[in-house]
């Protein structure tokens, strides 16, 4: 089965019964400012009435909630399903700036009498899916507009002055970047023109990658200390250099405390941490890997950790996230986090990993600051790397893009990451390609990324999409910071970063297609 029967499939399974999808007008509600919701139900099954149950203190709602009725205002002809869609509104009142407003909908089913809620046809309110909106979360912080992102793979980036790279045998090893080899590249980076660094997860953890955290609270000893990460943002700060952590909510390591006591008692606090299908062995996990559990965030005490967790870190002086896998928890849990976050530091930086298509994406606007641009990713790669895609088709995508979206909406732009092949490699190793994709990235709306390594010519041998070959690790190779580092190519890059920097009506004005 191809994509397109993939998510003709999926889009087909999904649409019976009742859909929201956070269809909210405004998207960003401002103080005071009445919510309009929106919701579709499918023209097969029939409701005696919606329901809107919503809460405005952070508590989760329930049936004993304060709940307002929905209106039918039309209807909506579905050639997907060759039937019409019924469209549902409630109106809710405006409320004061750093309001939470966490809201469930549900339909009474005149077949079976039971209540139905969106979107995940829970026949319960407790399993309902959970949305939210922050009062009052329109701006963005300013810095972030005018943000240039160099990320770094840490264990691959550099080990430090007189070290050398280990070799472990495996390409999923550790190699031995370190936090202190990261300080000693401030200056690099500076010099670079970058105005921000995006780093790979930090906290103690068994693999290289250390999306798999067992401590929150400690910087794995393999990367440094703490004092070494407290150290890395002093220096960077002090070079104008902002720093963002890469945190993961949705799952964290089998060896974490809170597993390894539920696991052992039932009546363990930690129990309903997570998604139990056979207890103490089997349980949800990310992507079926037994050493990562997914965590129950619809479960205030596990919430409410991670979000401590998150502000501890911005008191530290962090100065933003980007969020891994966002679209495995809620938006709900989304939107508290935001005001988390908000609290302790207000111009924090926010973005996020969701690759579900822009529709989806677009319901993160109030949750997220942002969220990387995958689709300008791709679209970059298909036409500068592989030119399957002309410059008309190209052009046209910018334009549906960059409307589509909210515009509140912040999208990081990138040519390549950590989790896909590096863009030199897809494009043939044609350094040409490499040069003029990444002179239109840099002429763009989005905050650029510049994955380290994409600017000194680095490359892989065999595709990520080869099983044989370690997968992700292939485009995670050390850097070379001997004779093989490409200087003309980085001072390309640097050239570009300053005309960026210098002239922001490149990036910030009115963009216009001229076809010579």
């Known amino acids: 089965m191809n994509h397109f029967h993939e998510r003709l499939a999926r889009q087909q399974a999904e649409w019976p019964g009742l859909r929201h999808e956070m269809r909210c007008t405004p998207t960003n509600p401002e103080p005071g400012q009445p919510i309009t919701l929106t919701v579709l139900s499918a023209g097969q099954q029939a409701y005696q009435e919606l329901r809107c149950w919503y809460t405005l203190d952070g508590s989760r709602p329930t049936l004993a909630s304060p709940s307002l009725p929905l209106r039918q205002s039309g209807a909506e002809w579905s050639l997907l399903e060759w039937d019409y869609r019924a469209v549902w509104e409630v109106e809710l009142p405006g409320q004061p700036a750093g309001t939470l407003l966490r809201y469930r909908l549900g339909g009474h089913d005149l077949g079976s009498g039971r209540w139905r809620f ?14 939210a909106l922050l009062i009052g979360a329109a701006d963005r912080p300013a810095w972030a507009h005018e943000a240039i992102v160099y990320q770094i793979f840490l264990d691959r980036f550099y080990p430090g002055d007189g070290l050398e790279w280990r070799h472990p045998g495996t390409i999923s090893g550790i190699y031995g970047g370190t936090l202190r080899g990261a300080i000693q590249k401030l200056d690099y980076i500076r010099d670079l023109g970058c105005n921000a660094i995006w780093l790979s997860p930090v906290f103690a953890s068994p693999s290289h990658h250390r999306y798999d955290a067992y401590d929150y609270y400690t910087i794995d000893p393999v990367l440094g200390s703490n004092e ?27 060896l974490h405390g809170t597993m390894q006591e539920a696991q052992k008692d039932r009546q363990s606090p930690y129990y309903d941490w997570y998604y139990w299908i056979d207890w103490p062995h089997d349980y949800h996990t ?22 401590e967790c998150a502000q501890h870190w911005l008191r530290q002086g962090v100065d933003g996230f980007r969020l891994d896998h966002a679209h495995g928890p809620s938006i709900d849990f989304w939107a508290g986090f935001r005001q988390a976050c908000r609290a302790v530091k207000p111009d924090c930086w926010l973005f996020a990993e969701v690759t579900e298509g822009a529709e989806k994406n677009r319901g993160y606007s109030n949750a997220m600051d942002g969220l990387c641009d995958f689709l300008l990713t791709d679209a970059l790669r298909q036409t500068f790397a592989q030119e399957a895609w002309s410059l008309g088709q190209f052009e046209n995508f910018l334009r549906n893009n960059n409307g589509y979206m909210t515009p509140h909406m912040m999208m990081p732009a990138f040519l390549d990451n950590h989790d896909m092949n590096r863009f030199l490699y897809a494009a043939g190793d044609d350094k040409a390609k490499l040069r003029l994709a990444a002179l239109v990235l840099l002429t763009l709306p989005g905050p650029p990324i510049l994955y380290n390594g994409t600017e000194s010519g680095e490359n892989q041998e065999r595709s990520i999409h080869n099983n044989d070959f370690g997968i992700y690790e292939e485009a995670r190779l050390p850097m070379r910071w001997d004779e093989r580092f490409d200087s003309d190519l980085w001072g390309y890059f640097q050239r570009l970063l300053a005309i960026r920097r210098a002239h922001p009506v490149i990036w910030h004005g009115e963009r216009e297609a001229v076809w010579l």
């Open 228 to 254: 070494d990460f407290l150290e890395l943002i002093e220096q960077a700060h002090a070079r104008g250099i902002r720093i963002i952590m890469d945190f993961v909510a949705n799952h964290w390591s089998h």
């Open 286 to 307: 990310f992507f079926g890997v037994m050493t990562m559990p997914k965590l129950n965030l619809e479960h205030e005490p596990a919430r409410q950790y991670l979000y």
């Open 118 to 131: 969106a979107d995940n046809e829970s026949e319960t309110i407790a399993d309902a899916t959970p949305f």
